[in-house]
């Protein structure tokens, strides 16, 4: 099993930054893929990032790109979700999410990822 913990959620002002880890414990993180969704109040979840394995691909919602980098360090087993520029539509609960082991292709649906974090909450205000 992979356990993934998130942190750096909080309350931020429109234009301002945050930057959310998920620390990721159990078996093999550096090879799967990785990804970050968020769930707006009263919305479905939606993709927000995703990196490869190795670090070098990764995709972006078009809501947030050009705002938003991820990236990975598999040393520290973490993956990371630096968000600038926040704007108020950013309010969610954001959930980091891992592909098995082995499969370190990038997706963008949450259905080919199979652990998920406990969410941390993100607040802009504008």
């Known amino acids: 099993q992979v356990q993934l913990d998130e942190s750096g959620g909080g309350l931020v002002q429109a234009g301002g930054s945050l930057r959310l880890s998920c620390a990721a414990s159990?078996?093999?993180?550096?090879?799967?893929?990785m990804g970050w969704f968020r769930q707006p109040p009263g919305k479905e979840r939606e993709f927000v990032a995703t990196?490869?394995?190795?670090?070098?691909?990764?995709r972006y919602a078009d809501s947030v790109k050009g705002r938003f980098t991820i990236s990975r360090d598999n040393a520290k087993s973490t993956v990371y979700l630096q968000m600038n520029t926040l704007k108020a539509e950013d309010t969610a609960v954001y959930y980091c999410a891992t592909r098995r082991p082995l499969l370190g292709s990038i997706a963008t649906t949450h259905d080919a990822y199979d652990y998920w974090g406990q969410g941390t909450q993100v607040t802009v205000s504008s």
């Open positions: 990196i490869n394995w190795s670090g070098d691909i990764t």
């Open positions: 159990g078996r093999t993180f550096s090879r799967a893929a």
